[in-house]
């Protein structure tokens, strides 16, 4: 299987931080992956796909970037319902994986 | 809108077994490869199983294989995890979750777009 590696793995940040997650994968995945962002207690809501393709209704500040073996989140003005927990996937095979998560706090 | 219901889950002991369903509508079931993803207490999230649309294909991980059976009944819009010989290991909140193509090649991968609430599973003697 495809092994997926976030860092860091906590970031504590403030409002208005530009904040940067990264998230590599241990063979090539072409731009086959997503984002997620996770709150306490809730089901993830899917963010980023293709790397860099934002979701409907996702803000601005969220983007993606990357290809092959190393991924970027970055939000560029962190707000605050922005504090939680991204994980990254990779779909370059029907084994999807996930990275262990980033808690932002 | 597209709703995805989990149910089923609860306390069951070691070695004991259980049925999860996930209730969909909004879509077009049938016309959607489905995954289940866990979540065990405080950890990251882990990808269990998969059917493809019209159930012929399924996928499971390692650390399930053999002990869960993924199922689908497109005439009720339901999918389901038959959850066997539970271990310790396997308590964690169970989500189903739905690709984010209709129809896709099952054996090629995408991303889920949609996902439920979650049930829990709880493995305690």
């Known amino acids: 299987d495809i092994q997926m590696t976030q860092s860091p793995s906590t970031l504590s940040a403030s409002v208005g931080d530009r904040v940067t997650i990264t998230c590599r994968a241990s063979?090539?995945?072409?731009?086959?992956l997503a984002w997620y962002q996770q709150k306490p207690g809730k089901a993830p809501k899917l963010l980023i796909s293709?790397?860099?393709s934002s979701e409907s209704g996702v803000p601005s500040r969220f983007s993606g970037s990357g290809s092959g073996t190393e991924f970027t989140l970055t939000i560029s003005s962190l707000q605050p319902d922005d504090f939680a927990t991204y994980y990254c996937?990779?779909?370059?095979?029907?084994?999807?994986?996930f990275g262990q998560g980033t808690k932002v706090e | 809108e597209v709703q995805l219901v989990e149910s089923g889950g609860g306390l069951v002991q070691p070695g004991g077994s259980l049925r999860l369903s996930c209730a969909a509508s909004?879509?077009?079931?049938?016309?959607?490869?489905m995954h289940w993803v866990r979540q065990a207490p405080g950890k990251g999230l882990e990808y269990v199983s998969a059917?493809?649309?019209?159930?012929?294909?399924?996928y499971y991980a390692n650390s399930v294989k053999g002990r869960f059976t993924i199922s689908r009944d497109n005439s009720r819009n339901t999918l389901y995890l038959q959850a066997g010989r539970l271990r310790a290991e396997d308590m964690a909140v169970y989500y189903c979750?739905?690709?984010?193509?209709?129809?896709?090649?099952?054996?090629?991968?995408?991303?889920?777009?949609?996902w439920g609430q979650g049930t829990l599973v709880t493995v305690s003697s």
């Open positions: 996937q990779q779909y370059n095979s029907y084994s999807r994986t």
């Open positions: 063979q090539s995945i072409s731009s086959w």
């Open positions: 979750a739905r690709d984010g193509f209709p129809n896709f090649d099952f054996w090629s991968g995408y991303y889920m777009d949609y």
């Open positions: 909004g879509f077009t079931f049938s016309r959607y490869n």
């Open positions: 293709k790397a860099s």
């Open positions: 059917i493809s649309s019209n159930g012929d294909s399924t």
